[in-house]
C-alpha cells in the first residue's frame, strides 16, 4: 500500500490520482484474523501542503462473538480520509523545515503521516487503525432477534439438558465443609417439607 507520489507532487494543487485497491494486508497487524483483502477505491488529491488520502475501503475479518465465544466472521467499512506531509521537496531534494510546514506541528509528530524522503505514500499504518477503529466492540453471530445469539442459545440449551440433581451419597459427612454444613442441613430439611 505504498505510492510513489513524486510526480503527483510536481502537479497543480487539486490534480487527482484514483486506485482501485485489492490489497494483501494479512501481515498488516498480527492481532487482525484477516480472511480477504483490503479492497475499495483509493483517491490521491495534490494539497498545497501535502497529498490528501481518502477513499471507502473495506476487508473481512475473523473475531470471537462477544455473547457465544464462537468464532465468527465480520465485514469492517470505514471510510479512509488523511491527510500526508512530504519530508523533501520534490525538484531539489531539500528537506523540509518544520516552520516551513501549513498546519500545526502536531501534524509533524504522526510518521505514519509522512511522505518519505523518496516520495513514498505509505498508508499502512492508517489503514491499520482505521481498521481497529472501524471494528464492534462487541461483534456478534447474525442475531436471530434483539439479545438472542443463535449459538448462544443452543449452547445454553445443551447445558440444560445436561443438568441433573447433585447425587448427595458421593460426599461423606467427613468431606464436607464445617461452615457448609448448616446449609447443606437447612437444604435437607427443605426438601423433606416439599
Request: contains cysteine; charged residues 30%; proline residues 5%.
Amino acid at each position: 500500500m505504498q505510492f510513489n507520489v513524486a510526480q503527483l507532487q510536481q502537479e497543480p494543487i487539486g490534480s487527482i490520482r484514483e486506485y482501485d485497491l485489492v490489497e494483501d494486508i494479512s501481515r498488516l497487524d498480527p492481532e487482525l484474523n484477516v480472511l480477504g483483502p483490503l479492497v475499495g477505491r483509493l483517491q490521491l488529491l495534490r494539497t498545497n501542503s501535502g497529498i490528501l488520502a481518502s477513499g471507502e475501503l473495506s476487508t473481512a475479518l475473523r473475531v470471537t462473538c462477544n455473547r457465544c465465544l464462537e468464532p465468527i466472521a465480520i465485514e469492517v467499512r470505514f471510510t479512509l480520509e488523511e491527510s500526508f506531509r512530504p519530508l523533501t521537496e520534490v525538484n531539489s531534494g531539500r528537506f523540509i523545515r518544520p516552520e516551513e510546514f501549513e498546519g500545526s506541528t502536531t501534524e509533524l509528530e504522526d510518521a505514519a503521516l509522512m511522505i518519505d524522503d523518496h516520495h513514498i505514500l505509505d498508508i499502512s499504518e492508517v489503514v491499520r487503525q482505521n481498521i481497529w477503529l472501524a471494528m464492534s466492540i462487541a461483534p456478534g453471530c447474525n442475531w436471530e432477534g434483539e439479545g438472542q445469539c443463535p449459538n448462544l442459545t443452543r449452547y445454553l440449551a445443551e447445558l440444560e439438558g445436561l443438568e441433573r440433581e447433585p447425587d448427595k451419597t458421593d460426599a461423606s459427612s467427613e468431606d464436607i465443609d464445617p461452615r457448609w454444613a448448616a446449609l447443606l442441613d437447612m437444604q435437607e430439611r427443605l426438601d423433606a417439607i416439599e
